[in-house]
């Protein structure tokens, strides 16, 4: 992606040249490979570390709550729905903000290529011809076809393209269909099962939380400054890492993104364990969709369906 | 709500709204039978969301 890199280096530079902005937040190379860091540049030479690549997973939008900067910002098709939903809950002002808009083919999954490697991975290269990404590390080298090596929600996004931006870094890239990829097919998958058989499926998913909280902080949407699983006066939730406890927090996370998660992933690419969290906000977006035709951020005119009364919201449920 | 809470695997016996003013004692009452008479007709009698003892300190 060095045509967008160079792109989004210059079209930064001119900005903060021209004083429009006082910051552009895009992404520098992490300390660990396949996880680029958020980084806010405020000077040439800082720009000049940016970097664009399949590997810019964090969503920028987490970091522009209540911000009184004015301030550039990259945004793929889910980061500009986040930004979007920022906008109309209050959070940033459009007129704060220049988005430069990244018309966006993916990222790559680093658990799913952790666990294909036969040892730590050292380097990541992608071929963008051939379309390929090879992994390689001490004694191993592994060479994959990207399309395999996506993360989940990326593989089944219909929103490629921002849906608001100043200016993109390219032509927008073709949308995959409804039609092409279910977004819905893991949902479903859990949908067919039983009740006994769901409960075991979120017992053997949340096995592994430690309660890191990562999915959390990473999420652009979890931006109270003080969240209910950290109050203690009074204290909702459990904080142990007993089952019960787990379950409880993420479920109520979850709860307080519906309507609003545009299912970008940040939350499952920022666990360290690999669960993939999106297994409980993927069905709030499901229903919301089918239940109020709602996909979150895709104006920043709406309030999310669940913050709004309509005499015609659906009420079967309540007998 | 509901939805997700069933998504977890929560059997649909066990959830139900309903919206009673306080005058509609009879209704109360009604929906009360009910959703005992749907809780015990469960073979699953475990109990979900109770924490009984800490598994860890
Ligand atoms: S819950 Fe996860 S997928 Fe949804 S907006 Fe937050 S970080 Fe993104
Ligand atoms: S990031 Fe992962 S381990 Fe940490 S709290 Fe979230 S789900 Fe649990």
Redesign the pocket.
Known sequence: MKSYTEKIKEISKGLLEEGKVDMVIGYRKGSVPLMHQPFFAQNQQEIDEFVWDSNCGL?LANYVTDRQEKIGILATG?NSR?IATHIVEGKIKREQLYIIGIPCKGMLDRHKLAAMADGPITTVEEDEEKGTVTISGDGFSETVDKTEALQQ?CSICVHRNPVIYDELVADEVKEQTRDEVDPYAGVKEIEAMSPEEKWAHFDDLLSACIRCYA?RN?????YCPLCFVDESKPQWVGKSIDPTDVRTFHFLR?YH?AG?????????RACPVGIN??DF?KKLEKDCFELYGWEAGMSTEQRPPLDTYKPDDPEEFIK | MKNLLEHMGIEPERLHFSWISSAESTKFVDVATKVTEAVKSLENKEKKFVKTKPKVA
Not at chain 1, 218 to 222: D, E, G, R, S, Y
Not at chain 1, 260 to 268: E, P, Q, W
């Open positions: 969503n889910c986040n929600n999915c990473a999420c652009p949407l979890c979850a993104c609003r998660c545009t299912d970008c992933g940040a939350c499952v969290v999106r906000t």
